[in-house]
């Protein structure tokens, strides 16, 4: 395992870094302690493992993360996704967050995890795994979500070409955590197969989705999937008709134990790369960059556009808090929140 840590960014007495980790297999992930965003995912091609692509949208210059508005490949939190009205009641106590997606709140707000500086307090190797554990501190009403929340995220790389992402969090008073990872993936690459996310295919294992009113927000419904198409329970092409209709950004039914499993994968039928994702969460956000800007100045030149990325987002329901029937994103004094997710690279679909 290869790992380098160079400082990027001294400004405003802010030092950023970035990390890089390198496998023998030569797969490596690069990412920053700045929202934790993930800079770089390289996976070689299986018949000429000198030659790589970078799989992961991103800015040239991985300081972009700080200024722009996309959420590319951060930490996402307090609470990711849609809050209804912005708004939630928790020990009989109303809250009313900061609203950044129209009425409502996204994703942690306008100032999130994603834009807060993380500090690196370990990296430790061994001959197969390299963990990066990085922490922050949430200040009680940080975009007004009460108590003092103390997070970890640890980035794990192994041998297995695994890239591990684990949060962890506890509060000194009772408060609400969703935190997960908005990578935005295009394993077409940056090079010669560039192009949106058609000629990709996914699989997700999960058989009901949330119904969602106009805002993409769950009025407490499951769906079925079957004959619609939310229907990834076989594998099936992200296909020109799916994006015509719109595409997809909800949220799947996918663990009801709380233990890890495989939860979903998605591949390029042109490079034969992609991802295993397994979770211990109950739901995975599929979301196929519907909404993404016309034009995003990317990486290596390109210019990113809709439908030219993909996310999968491992999380507690969409507005959970408001929601009686989905599990609870409380997290009371005392307890430890946790979230794990396995993101297994492969370059032989």
């Known amino acids: 395992m290869k790992i380098t840590k160079e400082l990027i960014s001294s400004a405003e007495g802010q030092n950023i870094y970035l990390v890089s980790i390198t496998n023998d297999n030569n797969f490596s992930v ?36 700080i200024t722009d508005r996309s959420f590319f ?39 999130g995890f994603n834009k807060r500086l993380w500090t690196i307090d370990s990296i430790d190797e061994n001959k197969d795994e390299v ?50 990872n908005h990578n935005y993936w295009n394993f077409h690459g940056h090079n010669d197969y560039y192009g949106k996310i058609l000629d990709h295919s996914a ?18 419904n499951l769906l079925n999937v079957a004959n619609t198409k939310y229907d990834f329970i076989e594998s099936n092409p992200i296909s020109k008709e799916l994006i015509d209709q719109g595409g997809i950004d909800i949220n799947y039914v996918v663990n009801n134990e709380k233990e890890m ?46 439908n030219y990325g993909l996310c999968m987002e491992t999380q507690f329901f969409p507005d959970a808090i408001n929601q009686d029937n989905f599990e609870s ?18 370059n032989n679909y």
């Open 73 to 111: 490949n951060v930490i996402t939190g307090r609470v990711c996704n849609r809050m209804k009205d912005a708004e939630f009641t928790l020990n009989n106590k109303k809250y009313k967050l900061n609203n950044n997606n129209g009425n409502n709140h996204l994703h942690g707000g306008s100032t």
């Open 203 to 220: 699989q997700i294992y999960g058989n009901q989705v949330c119904e969602v009113d106009s805002d993409l927000i769950p009025n407490g």
């Open 329 to 346: 994103p409380i997290l009371k004094v005392g307890e430890t929140y946790t979230s794990n997710t396995i993101i297994k690279l492969s």
């Open 261 to 306: 499993k495989p939860v979903a994968r998605v591949w390029s039928n042109l490079t034969g790369m992609g991802v295993q994702y397994s979770s211990d969460q109950p739901g995975l956000q599929f979301y196929t960059g519907g909404n993404m800007h016309p034009e995003y100045q990317g990486k290596n030149h390109r210019t990113y556009g809709k």
């Open 30 to 65: 690069t990412f920053s302690n700045f929202g934790g965003y993930i800079h770089q995912v390289l996976i070689p091609y299986e018949n000429n493992p000198e030659l790589t692509e970078d799989v992961i949208l991103g800015y040239e210059d991985p300081l972009g993360c």
């Open 131 to 180: 963990i990066v554990s990085m922490s922050y501190l949430s200040s009680h009403l940080e975009e007004k979500y009460p108590g003092n929340l103390s997070c970890t995220t640890q980035y794990k790389f192994n041998s297995k070409n695994e890239f591990s992402i684990c949060y962890s969090a506890t509060t000194d008073e009772d408060t609400i955590v969703n935190i997960t």
